[in-house]
């Protein structure tokens, strides 16, 4: 902890209690937890074991690498997606693991289809349709082949027929409406297969959720959509301050001089940076807190470092190695993203490795107790 810049600390039992409040949302439709990107830079594996604890048998990467590394750790009744869908080549490794892809085009189904059958048993699968999004998924034309074809499936056991939707943290887009209604007519032709549309956001929608949802930035903590966040905290980060100074009227602070005081200032600087995912559009833009005191970002936002404005602080609170909450009880993951033009979901995958990381989870520590006795 000295060692470091700062310290993260991950609230596992928030966001359990993030889980349980999706799955009162969305009920009886089942919570899938969206662990890619590390868990949103929370940690995969971590996150993956205290929402398996919670109940959770769904999980969905981006990546097949990450589904390689976490597979191993998940227990022997879990699914895991990997939303990508496969590159040429992957599938045999895929099997292998008893990964689930999800399938994006009708390439993608039919070199799946042919393994299954060379292997002679049935592989399971996903498949994704674009319902209105045009990033991932199989497009109407493929999706009509594949009905007027459904042969080409012959060895895939399908298992969830999925989509994703492009507005969903905007409540009340009429573009939401038409996605669903694109998805309920394709999936008609899926009978007796799982369906899944929302991720976070669409969960929060006052209509039925199919049957899984994929949840990822609200378990998290982050906004599900636009508006007062109704999640938990799990993320805080507190700074310690390296060295403080008291500089005259019309000095400059930092790279490129972009600020120069216009009183006498007493500047703190930390040792968190660009390089630890704080982000560099924060310069003379964003801020931490110190007590309660709101303090501003002067100057660049630098690599390993930054300075902030302290002069409104009593002096109790400025030494060496005091802390600065970066993000906490003051300061929302949300808000330190709004002030940088950006959402929570870059921040927090950002978050970076140089961080001091504790978890907090009184399950576990209960648990431990209770086998120790
Ligand atoms: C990332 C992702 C999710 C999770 O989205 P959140 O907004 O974080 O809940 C769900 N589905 C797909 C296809 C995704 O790519």
Not at 200 to 229: E, K, M
Request: proline content about 5%.
């Amino acid at each position: 902890m000295d060692n470091a810049g700062a310290v993260l600390r991950i609230d596992l039992d928030a966001l359990v209690d993030n889980y349980r409040m999706i799955q009162r949302q969305v009920g009886p439709a089942l919570v899938g937890g969206v662990v890619k990107a590390d868990g949103y830079g929370l940690g995969a594996q971590r996150v993956a074991q205290i929402l398996t604890q919670a109940g959770c048998r769904h999980f969905f990467v981006a990546l097949l690498g990450e589904a390689m590394r976490l597979k191993p750790r998940l227990c022997a009744d879990a699914s895991l997606f990997v939303l990508n869908g496969l590159q040429p080549g992957a599938e045999a490794a895929c099997a292998q693991a008893g990964i689930i892809p999800v399938l994006n085009s009708l390439d993608q189904i039919d070199r799946w289809a042919a393994l299954a059958r060379s292997l002679g048993r049935h592989l399971p699968a996903a498949i994704q349709v674009d319902s209105g999004m045009s990033r991932l998924g199989l497009p109407p034309d493929e999706v009509a082949l594949l009905i007027a074809q459904k042969e080409r499936m012959d060895g895939i056991a399908l298992r969830l027929v999925m989509s994703h939707l492009a507005c969903a943290d905007e409540v009340n887009a009429v573009f939401n409406a038409e996605q669903v209604a694109a998805f309920e007519k394709v999936t008609q032709c899926f009978p007796d297969v799982p369906r899944s549309l929302d991720n976070s956001g669409g969960s929060f929608h006052q209509r039925a959720h199919f049957d899984l949802v994929r949840a990822g930035i609200a378990l998290y903590g982050g906004a599900p959509a636009n508006g007062p966040n109704p999640m938990r905290a799990v993320v805080s980060l507190e700074a310690r301050i390296a060295q403080l100074r008291t500089v005259p009227t019309g000095s400059v602070v930092g790279y490129g001089a972009s600020h120069r005081c216009d009183r006498e200032t007493r500047i703190a600087t930390i040792p968190v940076g660009y390089a630890d995912g704080w982000p560099r559009h924060l310069s003379n833009c964003g801020s931490a807190f110190i007590g309660s005191v709101r303090v501003p970002i002067i100057g660049r936002v630098s690599m390993d470092s930054m300075t902030l404005d302290v002069s409104h602080v009593p002096q109790a609170h400025l030494y060496p190695g005091a802390p600065v909450e970066l993000i906490g009880s003051h300061q929302s993951v949300d808000e330190v993203a709004a002030d940088a033009g950006t959402i929570s979901y870059e921040i927090l995958t950002q978050l970076g490795p140089r961080y001091a990381r504790f978890y907090r989870s009184a399950s576990a520590a209960e648990r431990k107790r209770s086998v120790a006795v």
